[in-house]
């Protein structure tokens, strides 16, 4: 069983109270100052946006099939089978691939460290693995942000789009973008509004990778081997025409006797 | 371009003076963390030590494959006596290249963990690998070098056997990681512009890998030839020439074919933010080299060759810090430019390419026998008559 968050902004009121639970649950300062801030960084996991009176939820996707975890060269990023998308700064060298590679920008740096890890939500991955539902969704007194199976988190979602057509957007955001994430987004307001791109491919994003690197395998004996031919040719050329003008230097020899 | 000889010259001021700030960098960065010594953000996690120290060192040190695969491959002995050279350009490349990378990485002593840690989905892996083992390759293929320096003819006649596989091997390796270094950005197909975003991206990386080899091989003959007074190769350079206008010509028809079949041949006419630094590219890197390389009398002069060559160069430097830099500014919202310890930096690992080049080419027997240089003979740089020169050469 995968498990997921479905974050419906009809219900949220703003008050930031998954703001603070994520931060005292990932150990992380909080106050009015860091409320405030409306981007996510590395001490600060997850924001609640405000447009007019409508409001949005940012936080990382855990996608099902991630590019950070396909980009990782040390597989420091992972995508467990419970959901989460966990990271481990024992293994990580701090190439920053996963940030690059990231659709949302998602992985954030401790840029002031002299010794950084990247940080980002993990969608509580301690918490779920030990059967809890995510800080955030836990605090949530409204039941905006609600934690649970991904399928059955999706029927939902779409139920509440099918019953409520003037309420929601016909777009379930998280459903098809990058092959599918584990956080569900549901809002009146387009997304974009809030910085998520609507021009997201639906197909996951290591496929455009893996389609190139899986032919490495066959690629390497074979212009191996085309090599070794190719150097066979031009030095066999060399040590025939060399052998021809010793014979026809003999030859020479032998006709003048 | 410094003579080791303790003499004060112009270019070993420049030297010690960019060592002094690099070493006042090199502290700022590891005792303060790249937050202080970069203006890297969570928007632009890769800068100016991606762009160019690691993705131009990568192609930069190109010449080093080519021209074995051209030697020893194709068998085409009258460039033989310019391998060694190339081959000092390529290690020293690549070498450079890793040791630029400890400032980049966020934890640096952790870099031999894709030797332990695997993860074969990642090109990242991949390039770490490749280049590591081509490291390993460039070293082997340099060896006899020094081992003919010291006379160890056992370890000489084995690594003059193994040489073809070791060869073999380079090319293998410098294909894969050549390429994969623009497979790195498949994976953005929602961030790098439609400019650099193309299917074909790991063969454009690795075609112009080759024309930057050859031009390499142009200006580092050329700057030998300047700076240790010695007999200019210049039929070879010629030879060369020609090729560079080959790979430069495939390069041009393949970006063509590849932006009328993705439909982004307009947009190249649309004024953009992308297009200026898009056209800078093209006319640096493909169309400025082949008109000059299309007038025989440039393409058969030295001069020419060298002015050619350079500006293919900055073309194609141009070209990977539009794909690491220019071509995802605006997909993350905002503007990148180095803090001055970057560019310090960068410009330290430059410096010391030149100068770790110039003293083992005073050590190690680089240039052919006959034409063996003779340190006594070694006068003080003219780096002002260059320019001059260059610009006659396009008359």
């Known amino acids: ?257 | 371009m410094t003579a080791p000889k303790v003499r004060f010259t112009f270019w070993k001021a420049v030297f010690l003076v960019i060592m002094a700030a690099g070493v006042y960098a090199t502290w700022v960065r590891f005792r303060h963390g790249l937050g202080a010594s970069t203006n890297l953000s969570d928007q632009f996690p890769w800068g100016l030590w991606i762009g160019f120290d690691v993705m131009c060192g990568v192609m930069l040190a190109a010449g080093g494959f080519t021209l074995t695969a051209a030697v020893e491959i194709l068998n085409i002995k009258r460039w033989h006596s310019i391998l060694r050279p190339t081959i000092l350009t390529a290690f020293l490349g690549y070498v450079l290249v890793c040791a630029a990378l400890m400032y980049d990485l966020g934890l640096p002593w952790n870099i031999w963990h894709p030797l332990a840690m695997r993860n074969p989905h990642s090109v990242m892996f991949e390039v770490a690998w490749c280049v590591m083992l081509y490291t390993t390759v460039l070293a082997l293929e340099f060896s006899p070098i020094v081992l003919e320096r010291l006379g160890w003819k056992w370890a000489l006649r084995a690594v003059r056997r193994l040489m073809i596989v070791f060869v073999i091997l380079g090319v293998i390796l410098s294909t894969l990681h050549q390429s994969s270094l623009g497979t790195l950005y498949m994976i953005m197909p929602n961030k790098l512009h439609a400019f650099w975003y193309s299917p074909l991206l790991p063969v454009f990386f690795y075609i112009s890998s080759m024309a930057v080899g050859l031009a390499m091989i142009i200006f580092e003959s050329s700057m030998s030839s300047k700076y240790f007074h010695r007999e200019l190769e210049l039929p070879i350079l010629r030879d060369i020439g020609r090729v560079l206008y080959i790979v430069l010509v495939i390069y041009a028809m393949l970006k063509f074919e590849d932006f009328y079949h993705r439909g982004v041949l307009a947009q190249i006419f649309q004024s953009s933010y992308e297009q200026r630094f898009f056209l800078l590219e093209i006319f640096l890197s493909v169309i400025l080299p082949l008109v000059l390389l299309s007038f025989r009398k440039i393409r058969n002069s030295a001069h020419g060759l060298y002015l050619a060559a350079v500006i293919c160069l900055l073309g194609f430097v141009t070209n990977r810090l539009n794909v690491t830099i220019t071509g995802v500014e605006n997909a993350v919202g905002g503007r990148y430019s180095p803090k001055w310890t970057e560019v310090v930096i960068t410009a330290m690992f430059v410096a010391l390419g030149f100068a770790i080049f110039a003293v083992a080419a005073h050590h190690f027997p680089i240039f052919p026998e006959g034409k063996a240089h003779k340190p006594t003979l070694r006068k003080r740089a003219n780096v002002r008559a260059l320019i001059p020169e260059m610009l006659h050469a396009e008359n």
């Open chain 1, 1 to 257: 069983m995968s498990f997921g968050i479905l974050y419906d902004a009809s219900m949220c009121i703003g008050c930031k109270q998954c703001e603070q639970a994520c931060a005292s649950e990932n150990g992380l300062p909080y106050d009015n100052a860091i409320g405030d801030q409306n981007y996510t960084s590395a001490y600060k996991y997850t924001t609640v946006l405000t447009k007019a009176d409508k409001f949005m939820r940012r936080l990382c996707m855990n996608c099902e099939d991630p590019a950070c975890a396909s980009v990782c060269p040390v597989g420091a990023l992972k995508k467990t089978a419970l959901g989460p998308v966990t990271y481990d700064k024992h293994k990580c060298m701090g190439c920053r691939y996963c940030m690059a590679a990231c659709p949302f920008s998602v992985p954030k740096y401790e840029w002031g460290k002299a010794i950084p890890g990247v940080r980002k939500c993990i969608m509580c991955a301690s918490r779920v693995a030990s059967g809890k539902p995510t800080a955030c969704a836990e605090i949530c007194p409204t039941g905006a942000t609600k934690f649970g199976d991904r399928e059955e988190l999706l029927k939902e979602a779409r139920k509440r789009v099918q019953d409520n057509p003037g309420t929601y957007l016909h777009h379930i955001y998280g459903e098809m973008e990058v092959g599918g994430t584990s956080v569900l987004l549901l809002s009146s307001l387009d997304f974009q509004q809030f910085g998520y791109r609507e021009d997201l491919t639906e197909r996951a994003l290591p496929m455009y990778t893996y389609q190139v690197l899986s032919r490495i395998p066959d690629f390497v004996p074979i212009f191996g081997v085309l090599l070794g031919g190719v150097y066979w040719i031009t030095h066999r050329r060399e040590d025939v025409a060399e052998a021809e003008a010793q014979e026809k230097h003999a030859e020479e020899k032998g006709g003048v006797q």
